[in-house]
């Protein structure tokens, strides 16, 4: 099965500054990976998903890579802001036996937090 | 728009008891999980239903069974509750398989004593 690697340590970071963070697999090459926010208390949110075949994708502040080579994820916040302090989550699709529904395994979160 | 809606939010439970977790999603979607989530541990996928009127275990489906009641409805029934199912249940839903986000409810906060 897929396993997922995020650092467990939280991440500080001062307001304004990139917060990158990592998102490391092995076994198979997923065909995607996808992105999440999770607020205390809430349910995880998607934020971006990038192919197999897209280094790079963006979403205003947000940049995620994708190294298939390296099997390697990078998650980053451009002049962030205390509002961006959450656990964020990042998931590749489960290979099932039948190959059917979207399932996701999810690593364990990176926590940040971003100081005024 | 309510997205994914999941009942109770807090639940206490005795060892021994049964309860069912509901979920509905309003959103059309295909395919819904359930997922644990426990601290150090992270999302596990408990069961899933690809489309409605099929179920299949996930990583962890022990101690636990499922319903599609039909397309907006994915129920999680705990029959004989236990201390190690204390957890944080999230349902979620997508359209359709592979490729496409998740959309998480607000989770029901279980504990087992």
């Known amino acids: 099965s897929q396993k997922i690697e995020q650092n467990s340590e939280a991440l500080n970071i001062q307001e304004g500054k990139t917060a990158t963070l990592t998102c490391n697999y092995t076994n198979y090459s997923p065909a995607y990976l996808q992105w999440y926010r999770q607020d205390p208390g809430r349910g995880p949110v998607f934020l971006l998903l990038?192919?197999?075949?897209?280094k790079e994708k963006r979403k205003e502040r947000l940049k995620v890579t994708f190294d298939t080579t390296l099997k390697q994820s990078l998650f980053h916040i451009t002049a962030s802001q205390p509002a961006d302090s959450a656990t964020y989550l990042c998931a590749l699709p489960t290979r099932a036996l039948n190959n059917a529904g979207n399932m996701l395994t999810f690593g364990g979160g990176t926590r940040l937090m971003v100081k005024p | 728009n309510a997205g994914v809606t999941q009942t109770p939010k807090f639940q206490v439970l005795k060892t021994g008891q049964s309860m069912t977790l509901q979920c509905a999603q309003d959103m059309n979607h295909n395919s819904m999980y359930w997922y644990r989530q426990d601290p150090g541990m992270g999302l596990r996928l408990i069961y899933y239903s690809a489309s409605e009127g099929t179920t299949d275990k996930g990583e962890v489906p022990n101690g636990y069974n499922v319903s599609r009641l039909n397309k907006r409805e994915f129920s999680l029934r705990l029959e004989s509750a236990a201390p190690s199912q204390t957890s944080v249940y999230f349902c979620?839903?997508?359209?359709?398989?592979?490729?496409?986000?998740?959309?998480f409810g607000q989770g029901t906060r279980l504990t087992v004593v």
């Open positions: 990038i192919r197999e075949n897209e």
């Open positions: 979620a839903s997508s359209d359709r398989p592979f490729g496409t986000e998740a959309f």
